[in-house]
């Protein structure tokens, strides 16, 4: 079986994204030699028609994905940080192979509506504190919540489309350096931007940093009701048709792990316990040798092994994956990557018709058929991209 390059988690300006267009992120994964692409936004499915007609408009395979942030109360209570290095219980979580056409209706569809609802209030609120902020400051921000839905997103509003916002109206206030310097300076009260005022992508970050995050003058802070339970997640990706997936972190740049990933085997049988029995990693967050760890030992013991670039930022990296320090990844790992995308992409292509995929009715792995589905979805790829 000749293995081709998949990149299965993608955000795009459905949620937010370094690529402007869907048409962009599909073009770069032609152009780099990557065949499998898989949409991954936050608390969004709008996206799918658009990446389906464009992915097989350049010959690739589309994957149907979408990440939620959730929480589990038992391990929020116990300190436990799970795959959110700074807040214990909160955990994301992904569906992979959602269907397509969306199917997702009824009370699911109402939960989701609901806390990307909440999300975008969020938002709303720190977007109020800033244009006061410039206000104070003698300047006029130029935008509003509203603004910034219809001009910089598809529906779905981030923190990070605030941040960008704030970037392209200081630049547009002040057209020299040494203004935006100076205005960020006050704006940040009294600290001074470290990065490159010509690196977007970093700017955008100190303006999280400074001004969006705990401690910032427009922080505002996160109300539970936008942390779905993660039962609640788990039922609504399998409402969807998808199959429930958790995204380790796994290694940070010293080599340190979250509480409940340091220790794989309890990691994995947690996991399988709460109904989970595919992971994904992004690659570049880890070294080589913690992926082909933590992926062969969780192939082996039953996972569906996805793996992707994200790009949730504003900076633009290779689609293409490579681990930490642009390694590149092992035959291994790409082909672990290749049987989670035949799978998932089988897993699609039946529940499309008879809403049965990989999982039983109640959410497990069909394993001993396994390698079946495997053969199905190398089948289905092969020819999308022939």
């Known amino acids: 079986m000749e293995v081709v390059d998949v990149n299965a988690h993608l955000h795009t300006p459905y949620s937010f994204s370094a690529f402007d267009s869907v048409s962009q992120a599909a073009g770069m994964a032609a152009e780099q030699g990557v065949k499998v692409i898989g949409i991954n936004d936050f608390y969004s499915m709008d996206g799918y028609e658009e990446w389906d007609r464009t992915a097989r408009e350049k010959h690739l395979y589309p994957l149907f994905n979408i990440e939620f942030i959730s929480l589990n109360s038992e391990d929020q209570a116990a300190g436990v940080r799970v795959n959110d290095p700074n807040n214990p219980g909160r955990t994301y979580l992904s569906g992979k192979g959602m269907s397509f056409p969306v199917t997702l209706g009824g009370v699911p569809a109402a939960q989701l509506a609901a806390v990307r609802e909440e999300s975008n209030r969020q938002v ?73 005022i010509a690196n977007d992508a970093k700017v955008e970050n ?38 429930p997936t958790y995204p380790f972190l796994a290694d940070d740049a010293k080599g340190g792990f979250t509480d409940f990933e340091g220790d794989l085997p309890k990691a ?47 900076a633009m990296e290779p689609i293409k994956l490579a681990a930490r320090g642009g390694v590149d990844l092992t035959p291994r790992l790409k082909q672990l990557n290749y049987w989670g995308a035949c799978i998932t992409a089988a897993h699609q292509a039946l529940t499309a018709k008879w809403s049965e995929g990989y999982l039983d009715p109640i959410g497990r792995p069909l394993l001993e058929y396994r390698d079946r589905f495997i053969l199905m979805g190398d089948e289905i790829i092969k020819e999308a991209i022939k």
């Open 124 to 196: 709303a609120a720190m977007c109020e504190k800033v244009l006061a902020l410039f206000k104070e400051l003698g300047a006029d921000a130029g935008f509003d919540f509203e603004s910034i839905k219809r001009d910089l997103t598809k529906g779905s509003v981030r923190e990070r489309h605030l941040a960008k916002a704030i970037r392209m109206a200081v630049a547009r206030l002040y057209p020299a350096a040494e203004e935006q310097l100076a205005f960020y300076e006050k704006l940040f009260g009294g600290k001074a931007l470290k990065s490159d």
């Open 206 to 243: 100190e303006i999280r940093g400074n001004l969006l995050k705990a401690g910032g003058a427009a922080f505002v802070p996160e109300d539970p009701k936008a942390f779905l339970p993660m039962d609640t997640v788990r039922n609504i990706i399998l409402a969807g048709g998808g199959i």
């Open 268 to 314: 994995a049988a947690t996991l399988k316990a709460r109904g989970f029995y595919s992971v994904e990693f992004i690659t570049t967050r880890n070294s080589v040798e913690v992926l082909e760890k933590y992926c062969n030992y969780l192939w082996d013991n039953g996972f569906v092994v996805t793996l992707g670039s994200e790009h949730n930022t504003p």
